[in-house]
């Protein structure tokens, strides 16, 4: 069974960079059969895709956030990661990571983190 | 982006009764539109993909059906612990996008 659990700060400062890890377990991210997904949810914007990673390196970004996301993967620890940049207010969100497959639905998430962007 | 529309944004609903939720998408996702359960201080749980496939381990009372632009997600027989909220996502197009959610409250 295939388990994903987020870490990193709960709080971060405007215009600094956000950084998240997603530890997977049960399962191995090499070769694997998934794309490595964070996904955040707000109250305003509701659920919204940030990117995927697949284990090769090959990223996706949602364009509207591609000039401030890096996503990237450590096989050998079995974790991928988040970095957003440049954060406001509008980037507090509970941000999710998540295994999806080819056909782009997810039955694997993490339990969520809550990040509060504020000085 | 795909918008994806739901409705009702809530409902009140008793316990047995037939639930009906709607999702409607700016074009057409063939039939690549998934379901999904979520709870208070939980993550998003997959219920149906593809349209109409259960998720294992999900009961039968939970179906979808749909494709192109309109799609449906029924309960058959509301039970206590169906009481949470829905989001439909499509995943045809990049970036998935989901829908506002519905909530599903007891009447």
């Known amino acids: 069974q295939l388990q994903l659990q987020e870490s990193g700060p709960g709080l971060v400062k405007p215009s600094e960079t956000l950084s998240l890890t997603c530890s997977v377990s049960?399962?191995?991210?090499?070769?694997?059969?998934?794309?490595w997904g964070w996904i955040r949810q707000t109250p305003g914007k509701g659920l919204e895709q940030i990117g995927t990673i697949y284990y090769t390196g090959l990223t996706y970004y949602k364009p509207s956030l591609r000039s401030r996301v890096t996503i990237s993967v450590d096989t050998s620890k079995n974790q991928f990661s988040l970095r957003l940049s440049s954060v406001t207010a509008a980037d507090t969100a509970m941000y999710f990571c998540?295994?999806?497959?080819?056909?782009?639905?997810?039955?694997?998430w993490g339990q969520g983190t809550l990040v509060t962007v504020s000085s | 982006d795909i918008q994806m529309t739901q409705s009702p944004s809530s409902l009140s609903a008793s316990v047995g009764d037939r639930v009906t939720i709607t999702c409607r998408a700016s074009q057409s996702v063939n039939y690549y539109l998934n379901w999904y359960q979520q709870k208070p201080g939980k993550a998003p749980k997959l219920l149906i993909y593809v349209a109409s496939s259960l998720q294992s381990g999900v009961p039968s009372r939970f179906s979808g059906s749909g494709s192109g632009t309109d799609f449906t997600l029924t309960i058959s027989s509301l039970q206590p612990e169906d009481f949470a909220t829905y989001y439909c996502q499509q995943s045809y197009f990049t970036p998935l996008t989901f829908g506002g959610g519905t909530k599903v409250e007891f009447k």
């Open positions: 998540c295994a999806l497959g080819y056909s782009g639905f997810s039955d694997n």
């Open positions: 049960g399962g191995s991210i090499n070769g694997s059969i998934y794309y």
